[in-house]
């Protein structure tokens, strides 16, 4: 592993839902923690959202290994604005692998 490569600041968020007086629940996200990564553009893509063309950006994130990063939480991009990188997969190499690589995407529409 090169630490010069993790060069990108991120924030973990995890998703929490609060109980709203009609029954539902009000989703919000809460910082778990911020950390370095690599972050590196794969790919680019059109889907249709309402209609609506929306343009879909692919990135592969990679952080030093954690094992409670799953699909049901999101990153925030501080280096690059503050953006959101929703989480489509984990790669997770087992305790033996020095690091986690996420797949994510910008512009997509989160889970749940």
Known sequence: MQPGRFDQRVA????????????????DWVEIKQVWAAVWAIGAREQFSAAQPEGVSTYRVILRRRDDITVRHRLRWLTNGDQILNIRGVIDGGPRNATTELLCEIGAVGLG
Do not use: H, N, S, Y
């Not at 973990?12 to 989703?27: C, N």
């Open 12 to 27: 973990i968020d995890a998703e929490t839902k609060t109980p709203d007086d009609a029954g539902g629940a009000a989703r």
